[in-house]
């Protein structure tokens, strides 16, 4: 009978092997995920010009003559980062419109330098569908940032939504 007991053992380094053979596969495939785009999604209410800029530790908004972003005929909305409320804190706080700029809302593992910018959605509705036609958006790297440029002059304020895809 203890001829049985070497096969025995070689099946089992056979399986052991099989497994970590598996789990090195496995391993490799997460990682490999891990070095795909990523994507942020932003939704916003714009009326007039306003600009998003991207930096290495997250996002911030400057504002133009109009209403801030959010703020439009005595409402306020958040600006929407993945589907997250973020309600930016403007250094004038106290008036919804007029050039202003707001602090920085942190965004882990962003990189200005490998943004590429993708409009999703311009409607009256934050859940709307299409684009509507406004006018164009300049996207571009601005030095170590990146701009998102939203002239938006015509009359009313629309819900923009779009997508800052970040290559590996």
């Keep these: 009978m203890q001829p049985a007991a070497p096969m025995k053992s070689a099946s089992a380094i056979a399986l052991i092997l099989t497994l970590a053979f598996l789990a090195l596969l496995l391993t490799s495939a997460v990682h490999a995920a891990d070095k795909g785009p990523q994507t942020f999604v932003i939704e916003a209410l714009i009326d007039g010009p306003s600009e998003l800029r991207v930096k290495k530790n997250g996002i911030y908004w400057v504002n133009g003559p109009n209403a801030k972003p959010g703020r439009h005929n005595g409402q306020e909305f958040p600006t929407f980062v993945d589907g997250k409320p973020w309600r930016p804190n403007w250094k004038e706080s106290r008036g919804d419109r007029?050039?202003?700029?707001?602090?920085?809302?942190?965004?882990?593992?962003?990189?200005?330098?490998?943004?590429?910018?993708?409009?999703?959605?311009?409607?009256?509705?934050?859940?709307?569908?299409?684009?509507?036609?406004?006018?164009?958006?300049?996207?571009?790297?601005?030095?170590?940032?990146?701009?998102?440029?939203?002239?938006?002059?015509?009359?009313?304020?629309r819900w923009y939504r779009f997508e800052l895809i970040q290559k590996p």
Excluded: C
């Design 98 to 157: 007029g050039n202003d700029k707001s602090a920085t809302r942190s965004v882990d593992r962003i990189d200005p330098t490998k943004i590429e910018f993708k409009l999703v959605m311009v409607s009256f509705k934050r859940d709307g569908t299409g684009i509507e036609k406004r006018d164009a958006i300049k996207a571009a790297l601005a030095g170590e940032e990146y701009s998102i440029e939203i002239p938006d002059l015509q009359s009313g304020s």
